[in-house]
């Protein structure tokens, strides 16, 4: 999709329809009738579909580590880092736009080349590729402590499968990943375009906010019954190792809140390109509410002891009615949530590959044997990385450090200054 010429002041509606580029040297009529006509009697997405795209590639993996940040920060400080976060966001997705209104641009991709040339082009491409395989590989890793249990913390914690059949070769983590991957990961991800996924992704929101509510009813619970005592609510600095130990957050949560690599294919299928920025803010705001919940409810529920991925923390004696069952309620519920995300932080992921190896070939969408490798190879790889990585702390810090940073700031920023 090609965004079009500028449209006059009085005009201020840019349609999907609007951004065709008409080819003066072709026919009236067509030739022949195209195999993938189809595919372009789209009319454009609507603005919820585009919220919930975009929620739904905010609110991923990095939501599950973010009450182990107020366990470094404290409360206060830590509440604050993510509202902070949040505004810095929503800054750096509003240069992505307004340089690509200027330049014409349909991808990020696109927009790093007309800044910085060819290399400029190939370094984000690299670097949504990495972050969006660690961030794959994180939601695999999570979904596998979920149903069969992880001893990354050194003490083993029951998965929830563990517990209801006992250990099995069948509840164990590979077999239960490979399940998931055949009849979840493999069908969703074969959508060519991110419109597809609207419902899912409405889903996977209504379940991120099912998590959400069970886990502030039990935190409210144990209030009301004295189970809880008062949280830190600052940083607690004793030596050098404490200090440098402030900053192992920073990477969570610049990952917490990259999407920068799907603002463009959201964009290109909007209706009204002129109500993205509506989309982004929309989608930021119901995303730190939920961020800030869980973080809060989250460590006032488990305190010192909360684990790099709180989910872990959901296999202990709650000490309340029905315990047993909210627990796993609570991990069932995101655990399918991170089912339907995985799609639609595979579909950037997947182009930008495609772009690496094949970027004079036809486009992806047309070429169903190129589309069906790449999609197989991908996943194989990130199942793979899946069972071989130990931590969630371990991917975020690498890809939180490196690609996230450069997508989410550095880039928006050079591009801002070229």
Partial sequence: MTVGSV???????RSRKSKAVVNENAPLL???QEKDAGFDDFDGASFSGAVFNLSTTIIGAGIMALPATLRELGMVAGLAAIILMAFLTEKSIEFLIRFTRAGKVVSYGSLMGDAFGKYGKALVQICISLNNVGMLIVYMIIIGDVLSGTSASGDHHTGILEGWFGVHWWTGRTFVLLC?????FAPLASFKRIDSLRFTSALSVGLAVVFLVIAVGISIIKIVSGGIGMPKLFPVITDLTSFLNLF????????AYICHYNVHSIDNELEDSSQMQGVVRSALGLCTSVYLMTSFFGFLLFGDATLDD???NFD???GIPFGSVLNDAVRLSYAAHLMLVFPVVFYPLRLNIDGLLFSSSRPLVQDNFRFASITIALIVSIFLGANFI???WDAFQFTGATAAVCLGFIFPAAITLR
């Avoid at 449209?7 to 509606?13: F, I, L, R, V, Y």
């Avoid at 998931?180 to 979840?184: Q, S």
């Avoid at 192992?248 to 990952?255: G, K, S």
């Fill in 180 to 184: 998931t991957t055949l009849a979840v």
């Fill in 30 to 32: 067509p030739k022949s």
């Fill in 248 to 255: 192992t957050v920073v990477p969570v949560l610049v990952t």
């Fill in 7 to 13: 449209a006059p002041k009085a005009d201020k509606k």
């Fill in 310 to 312: 709180v989910l872990a």
């Fill in 316 to 318: 202990t004696n709650l």
């Fill in 390 to 392: 130990p931590s969630i």
